[in-house]
Nanobody, 120 residues
């Protein structure tokens, strides 16, 4: 079992920045951030592998940066130039498989989520 606890969510105006953190009991081969807005499907935002490989969805490229601190067992997501459409519950996810996937079925372990709200 891998325990994940997110923090850092909040409310910000469009154009602002937020940094999300995920404390994990084990830094697995891949870890990712997902988000789910009301009445929308959960979508993968960014994933990072232990070797440093990353993948982002197109809508956040150039604005979001995923990073890891293995020594501290922490996953981060730095979000710049936030837009109202970024408003969602953000979840940290982990899995021991190696693939750089943004598909939620590829992740076994999930945190409880942290809310991000971006106002116009």
């Amino acid at each position: 079992q891998v325990l994940l606890v997110e923090s850092g969510g909040g409310s910000v105006q469009a154009g602002g920045s937020l940094r999300l953190s995920c404390s994990t009991s084990e830094f697995t081969n891949k870890m990712a951030w997902f988000r789910q807005a009301p009445e929308k499907k959960r979508e993968g935002v960014a994933v990072i592998r232990k070797d440093g490989g990353t993948k982002y969805i197109d809508s956040v490229k150039g604005r979001f940066t995923i990073s890891k601190d293995i020594a501290k067992n922490t996953l981060n997501l730095h979000m710049d130039s936030l837009k109202p459409e970024d408003t969602a519950m953000y979840y940290c996810a982990a899995d021991r498989a190696w693939s750089l996937s943004l598909n939620d079925i590829a992740y076994k372990f999930w945190g409880q989520g942290t809310q991000v709200t971006v106002s116009p």
